[in-house]
């Protein structure tokens, strides 16, 4: 059996170290004594709550809200935003400087970008990623968390207020007959070599900036639901947003994440199915699409208005 007992001793993954709560867990993915199915029993409060995440999609469901405007992105353009990379034992964890931000995208306020980590299966052969679309699994899903300006990044305010937290999930997806690519993606996975044992970190070189990982998404498009913290102690504090659009990434650089890592030492299982199960269905909105149609129809109006013109 490759499914070593292990019990991971996590102290909020979600949080950066320095202003993590002191509330103690033990959970993990595999072991059947602390795996997801043990999480409502091992932190009831709220892992056996009513809006847990993920969720499955269900995009016929989805209903229409014209408040959900684009997202204003502060620092995202910054190569030098991500400061550095670390095997938290479940996952990858990049942590940002101060000033990156975002705000629109109906939150109720502005929100810091705190740090980005993924989800992942095994390999692009096992997909991994926690949201569900209409029932498909994507390989991988990476996480951006965001806490209340107003809070000034203390995570025991934000995670006690319903929506202190704003998640942004891009599901990741491969991209066929290419290796190494995006670049960007080649350069984050570069680091995954020098943290393959838990607790180890690299500093993050300037040169990438979170718009070239999230590059070939169109951010006007997303779901939106109330939910939670996909780990344990699974606070309901989360306005999770979910990007319609996939990030593409060449498998060979998927597959590193599901090889490189272990969940401790050495000896330990590499990082493989770090990824929480579909919980009960939420209400989900996302954009009109009538206005995405009136665009459309807008352009096509100018384009043929150019043509008439000989403009093209
Ligand atoms: C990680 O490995 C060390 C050394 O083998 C061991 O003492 C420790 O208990 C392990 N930690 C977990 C969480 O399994
Ligand atoms: C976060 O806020 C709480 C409540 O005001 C306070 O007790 C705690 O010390 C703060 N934590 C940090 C890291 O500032
Ligand atoms: C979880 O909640 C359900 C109903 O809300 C309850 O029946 C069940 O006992 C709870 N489980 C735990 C472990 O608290
Ligand atoms: C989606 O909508 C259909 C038809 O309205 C309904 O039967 C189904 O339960 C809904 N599914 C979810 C997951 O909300
Ligand atoms: C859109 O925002 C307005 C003003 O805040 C609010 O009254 C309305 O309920 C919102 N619509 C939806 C669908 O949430
Ligand atoms: C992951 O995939 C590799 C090869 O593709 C396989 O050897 C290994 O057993 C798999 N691990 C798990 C936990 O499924
Ligand atoms: C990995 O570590 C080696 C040895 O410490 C170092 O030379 C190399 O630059 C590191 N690579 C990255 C991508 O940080
Ligand atoms: C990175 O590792 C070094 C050496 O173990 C440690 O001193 C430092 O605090 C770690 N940094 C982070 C952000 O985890
Ligand atoms: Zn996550």
């Known amino acids: 059996m490759n499914l070593i007992a ?3 001793v996590a102290v909020c993954v979600l949080a950066p170290s320095a202003h993590c709560a002191s509330k103690t867990i033990e959970w993990c993915y595999h072991d059947p004594a602390c795996s997801d199915r043990t999480w409502p029993t091992i932190a009831p409060q709220f892992c056996n709550g009513t809006r847990q995440s993920p969720i499955n999609i269900v995009s016929a469901n989805a209903s229409e809200n014209a408040n959900l405007t684009e997202f204003i992105f502060q620092g995202y353009n910054s190569i030098t935003a991500m400061a550095n990379i670390k095997n938290t034992g479940e996952t990858v964890k990049v942590s940002f400087n101060k000033g990156v931000k975002i705000s629109g995208g109906d939150l109720p306020e502005s929100y810091d970008s705190l740090q980005f980590h993924l989800h992942w299966g095994n390999g692009t052969a096992s997909p991994g990623s926690e949201h569900t679309v209409d029932g498909k699994r994507f390989p991988m899903e ?3 968390v965001n806490s209340k300006s107003s809070y000034k990044e203390n995570t025991t305010l934000a995670v006690a207020d319903s929506q202190g937290l704003a998640a942004l999930g891009f599901l990741i997806e491969e991209l066929p007959n290419t290796v190494d690519q995006p670049a960007s993606w080649k350069t984050l996975a570069s680091y995954l070599s020098n943290i393959s044992l838990a607790g180890e970190n690299a500093t993050i070189a300037a040169g990438i900036s979170l718009d070239d990982l999230l590059s070939g998404v169109n951010r006007r498009n997303y779901y939106r639901y109330l939910g939670s ?4 102690v699974c606070n309901e504090a989360v306005i999770w947003t979910v990007f319609k659009d996939s990030i593409k990434v060449s498998k060979n650089l998927i597959d590193l994440f599901s090889t490189s890592l272990h969940i401790n ?5 590499l990082m493989v ?3 929480r199960g579909i919980q009960r269905s939420q209400p989900v909105s996302t954009q009109p699409k009538a206005s995405s149609s009136t665009k459309t129809g807008y352009s096509l109006a100018l384009m043929t208005l150019g043509l008439v013109m000989g403009r093209y």
């Open 265 to 269: 030492d050495t000896a330990s299982p």
């Open 273 to 275: 199915d770090v990824f």
């Open 229 to 232: 913290l996909t780990t344990p």
């Open 142 to 144: 990476l996480h951006i």
């Open 6 to 8: 292990v019990v991971a």
